[in-house]
């Protein structure tokens, strides 16, 4: 894409609709109808896939879309994956970019604010690429219902207004060791905290409630890639974690009864490890072989629990956890114009 028209003036999500088979639907991109199982950015998976909607398109260097899940995906996976590599700034250059957003919509009594920074650069052996963003949200929501019956006919209005506040950021760093050998890492930090009130009137009864959430994610990626041969014997390894924690506080309060406090803390962290070798066989066939696991664990703790049957809610402590073994072998190659590959994966 470098140097190309379709670039100018936009973000990188709005370049990416105008290759061949990808469409955005539903703030979801999709490869030939399927939804995108993996997005890259200079090789590193991205976690948020909101990036794409600041990053300036003419920092893209290329795009590789990748047509269908290969046998090195997770089997549930269907669709493919989008390869960004970004352009590469001389050595001790770097190119930048800042901005905002601001929407407001009265009927709605919707406002949304977002402020974000991108800075790709390169200093000596290091390239660097930092990405941090904060969004601002008020939104309120009006409700009227009649519930009609033989008997009776009962009027419910409800207002609910809602606070979110979400800052996040992404570094990642690349050492080129040589012109073979790089070590590439990147941290992903981010938070979200909600608040939404509401308000119930019905018969003379009230009812409010007070929720407060509070969203935190850490990720981090490891990344060694070398040539170990000058016939192009290639050597990948990675390591993954992500972890969210989600701290809910919640306040049901009703006219004929006391106040009914909620709190629970729900925190998810996941580990992957993966290898593989890309082994060149002549100049037009490759194979590609390798092993991976991940490890998944889930722990739910309430603090304190509503006993109640309008609000769905455990009392009950649960530990979750779970390991998933992979190892996939295939083979590319070309027939003159057609590119063909063929793999087999065994995932337990």
């Not at 890259?40 to 920092?59: Q, V």
């Not at 890309?278 to 998944?296: E, L, R, Y």
């Amino acid at each position: 894409l470098r140097g190309s028209d379709i670039t100018k003036g936009k973000p990188a999500i709005d370049a990416l609709q105008l290759l061949p088979s990808i469409s955005y639907e539903s703030k979801s991109l999709k490869i030939n109808g399927l939804g995108v199982s993996e997005i890259y950015l200079d090789g590193l998976k991205l976690n948020d896939y909101s990036e794409l909607d600041n990053i300036p398109a003419d920092m893209i260097d290329k795009v590789e879309v990748r047509y269908f899940s290969g046998a090195n995906q997770n089997t549930s996976q269907a669709g493919g994956s989008i390869w960004i590599t970004l352009r590469r700034p001389p050595e001790g250059g770097f190119t930048g970019s800042l901005g905002g957003n601001a929407k407001a919509i009265r009927r709605n009594g919707v406002s949304h604010e977002s402020l974000y920074g991108v800075i790709n650069g390169r200093y000596g052996k290091v390239s660097f690429y930092d990405y941090t963003s904060a969004s601002w949200m008020q939104y309120k929501e009006w409700q009227t219902q009649t519930i009609s019956s033989p008997s009776e006919t009962t009027h419910m209005n409800t207002m609910v207004n809602t606070h979110n506040g979400a800052p996040s950021n992404r570094l990642s760093l690349t050492y080129d060791f040589n012109k073979r050998t790089y070590l590439a890492a990147s941290y992903y930090v981010a938070s979200q905290s909600r608040r939404q009130n509401s308000l119930t009137k019905a018969e003379g009864t009230n009812e409010t409630v007070d929720q407060r959430n509070s969203v935190t994610a850490n990720g981090g990626t490891l990344k060694l890639n070398s040539q170990l041969n000058e016939k192009g014997l290639t050597l990948t390894v990675i390591g993954d974690y992500l972890s969210y924690i989600n701290r809910s506080n919640q306040l049901f309060h009703t006219s004929s009864s006391e106040s009914s406090p909620f709190h629970y803390k729900n925190s998810t962290e996941m580990w992957e490890a993966y290898a593989y070798v890309d082994v060149p066989i002549n100049q037009t066939m490759a194979f590609n072989g390798g092993v991976s696991a991940k490890i998944i664990s889930i722990h739910y703790r309430p603090d304190k629990y509503l006993n109640s049957d309008r609000f769905d809610s455990s009392g009950i402590s649960t530990n979750t956890s779970g390991l998933t073994p992979m190892a996939f072998a295939s083979l590319r190659g070309a027939f003159g114009q057609l590119r063909y590959s063929a793999g087999l994966n065994w995932m337990l």
